[in-house]
């Protein structure tokens, strides 16, 4: 317990193997379950077996996301995010879910299988499949499920856009 300060360079926090709720507050800063206080300077967050919750507030940022194993969830709107996003599916996990890219993630974001876009931007908050074939099902209003290798379930998602190979909507 305590706060963390990665101070200067590139560093890591692997969260403990239990539920981890991680609000990303500031650029790669914010708080995760099993740390009494905050983290700072810390760019990669890395989660653990179990379930893995990357709630961004606005002006929160990391340079990578790692859910690792369980059912990881990128989320904008628990932490009013204030802002349309992007995702981008550009490989499947390591380990789970999928890879990629999206906002207020510097570089990349792995083994994902949920994204929760703002609700203020439901409209235009995106998500782009993998250039493999795949399948959107759409079951309520900005919300269903990408399958493509593996499934991402999404909510407040309202651009759906497949890439070069076949998808089906």
């Known amino acids: 317990s305590g706060s963390i300060d990665g101070g200067v360079g590139v560093n890591t926090l692997t969260a403990g193997n239990v539920a981890n709720t991680w609000t990303i507050t500031t650029a790669n800063g914010g708080s995760v379950t099993g740390v ?72 990349s974001f792995d083994n994902i299988t949920a994204l929760v876009g703002d609700s203020g931007f439901s409209a235009t908050n995106q998500l782009s499949g993998r250039n493999v074939a795949s399948t959107w099902s759409v ?23 497949g890439a070069g190979n076949s998808g089906a909507f």
């Not at 983290?39 to 967050?45: A, D, E, I, K």
């Open 36 to 107: 009494g206080g905050t983290f700072t300077n810390v760019q990669n967050l890395v989660g653990n077996a179990n379930s893995d919750a990357f709630r961004f507030a606005a002006g929160g940022s990391a340079v990578t996301v790692d859910g690792a194993g369980g059912a990881n969830t990128l989320d904008y709107d628990a932490a009013n995010f204030n802002a349309a996003i992007t995702a981008n599916l550009t490989a499947a996990g390591s380990s789970v879910g999928f890879a990629g890219t999206a906002t207020g993630i510097g570089t």
């Open 139 to 161: 079951t309520g209003a900005n919300s269903g499920t990408y399958t493509g290798g593996a499934s991402l379930n999404f909510t407040n998602v309202g651009v759906l856009a």
